[in-house]
T-cell receptor
């Protein structure tokens, strides 16, 4: 079974600084997708960034980037120039290609200090 | 209304009650999902509907009964629930169910079972 582990229940970062959230996953598949979702206190979850496993290049979306290490089954999220609005729960998720089942980690609560 | 909406936002019910959660998506998607989010646990996928047919049922107790009358609406009918069913229930939708297709989430229904 595929599992997703987020080893940091809570993280804190100073405004304008950089923070990295960790995620590891377990799978025997070679074709899959990885996602980072953000859930602000209002609770509507939104997609931050996604990565296709067959792509070697790390995905980037503005201040958000990932470090995808396929051999190590690691998928960390880097947030640069942190803003107060980045404070939220962040969930790492895995989905096998051509499969309905999205597996989520337990989440990391990010606090941004002014 | 835009995106994915859920009603009610909060629900308190007794163990003998029958209630329904409603989800509506305004994105033209053809797949819809129910997730359960409990404190300090990963999101659990409950049901997946694709083109109004149920394609995934992750060993959910029969006291939860989904219904998808059309591609825009999804219901979760609840009866004789247990206190451990108290959680945030999230609805999501996507275009297609496979691969990198982004899931768009609703704000959730906070359910408390007394």
């Amino acid at each position: 079974a595929q599992t997703v582990t987020q080893s940091q229940p809570e993280m804190s970062v100073q405004e304008a600084e950089t923070v990295t959230l960790s995620c590891t996953y377990d799978t025997s598949e070679s074709d899959y997708y990885l996602f980072w979702y953000k859930q602000p206190p209002s609770r509507q979850m939104i997609l931050v960034i996604r990565q296709e496993a067959y792509k070697q290049q790390n995905a980037t979306e503005n201040r958000f980037s990932v470090n995808f290490q396929k051999a190590a089954k690691s998928f960390s999220l880097k947030i640069s120039d942190s803003q107060l609005g980045d404070a939220a729960m962040y969930f790492c998720a895995y989905r096998r290609a051509n499969n309905n089942d999205m597996r989520f980690g337990a989440g990391t609560r990010l606090t941004v200090k002014p | 209304e835009t995106g994915v909406t859920q009603t009610p936002r909060h629900l308190v019910m007794g163990m003998t009650n029958k209630k329904s959660l409603k989800c509506e998506q305004h994105l033209g998607h053809n797949a819809m999902y129910w997730y359960k989010q409990s404190a300090k646990k990963p999101l659990e996928l409950m049901f997946v509907y694709s083109l109004e047919e149920r394609v995934e049922n992750n060993s959910v107790p029969s006291r939860f009964s989904p219904e998808c009358p059309n591609s825009s609406h999804l219901f979760l009918h609840l009866h004789t629930l247990q206190p451990e069913d108290s959680a945030l229930y999230l609805c999501a939708s996507s275009y297609g169910t496979s691969g990198s297709n982004e899931q768009f989430f609703g704000p959730g229904t906070r359910l408390t079972v007394l």
